[in-house]
């Protein structure tokens, strides 16, 4: 499945349960002409921070919050701008390619060439 409009791109692969038959990934991109506001912005970094992970965490076991048994590990992101994400299919290899240019800047640029499949 793919998704979008979130003002925002990263790539994430399912890490728990460790016993997947297949991989798993969540790709999100937004699309072209989707700018955040600064404030957003650095919302969303500052809550995909390792710090902001943690807080979280020790948040959910202080109220006793069921926990969950997926883990995701992000990959790349997360990225701001004008976004675009392909997924390239050859045989049985998938890669996710996301290409940004940010505010102002009239070119879009790689910055993630990610394989999703083991080949």
Same mark, same amino acid.
């Given at each position: ?34 700018? +955040? ?6 919302? %969303? ?6 710090? +902001? ?15 969950? +048994? ?8 997360? %990225? ?13 290899? +998938? ?25």
């Amino acid at each position: 499945m793919l998704s979008g409009d979130v003002h925002h791109a990263y790539a994430a692969e399912l890490v728990q349960p460790g016993d997947l038959i297949s991989r798993v990934h969540q790709l999100t991109v937004s699309p072209l002409h989707n700018q +955040a506001p600064h404030p957003i912005r650095l919302g %969303f970094k500052i809550g995909w921070s390792r710090r +902001a992970r943690r807080l979280t965490e020790r948040l959910a076991r202080w109220v006793q919050a069921d926990s969950t +048994a997926l883990e995701w590990d992000k990959q790349a992101g997360p %990225f701001f701008g004008n976004q675009i994400g392909e997924l390239v299919l050859h045989g049985r290899e +998938a890669r996710f390619l996301l290409s940004v240019s940010e505010k102002g800047d009239e070119h879009l640029r790689q910055v993630l060439d990610s394989p999703l499949s083991d080949g």
